[in-house]
């Protein structure tokens, strides 16, 4: 069982790894990163001027800062392996950002 401490280290990690993606994303191909990250012109313009310090004074707020999108088809074709060629490109999007930031 988590405690509340741990609870909030675990949502500012969740932000600082967002934040950082998030900026990554945007810096890369804003217009992409606005449609998959589901955030407007104004935040992501925010977010990707935002200096290290501030990433993490922002991350470091006890409440998530993004949130879980499931689309129906998606979830459906997960749930029951029924993957199209169409759907699995969709959801390796992010995946792709996630590796270009591990490398």
Do not use: W, Y
Request: charged share 20%; hydrophobic share 50%; with cysteine.
């Amino acid at each position: 069982m988590l405690n509340a401490e741990q609870l909030l280290n675990d949502i500012r990690d969740a932000n600082l790894s967002f934040l950082v993606l998030a900026q990554a994303m945007i810096r890369e191909d804003a217009d992409s990163a606005k449609e998959l990250l589901g955030m407007s012109e104004h935040v992501a313009e925010l977010i990707g001027q935002l200096s290290p310090q501030q990433v993490v004074r922002m991350a470091s707020r006890n409440l998530t800062l993004c949130t879980l999108r499931v689309e129906d088809d998606i979830a459906f074709s997960l749930l029951t392996d029924r993957h199209t060629p169409a759907m699995h490109g969709r959801s390796m999007g992010m995946g792709a950002g996630i590796a270009a930031l591990a490398a």
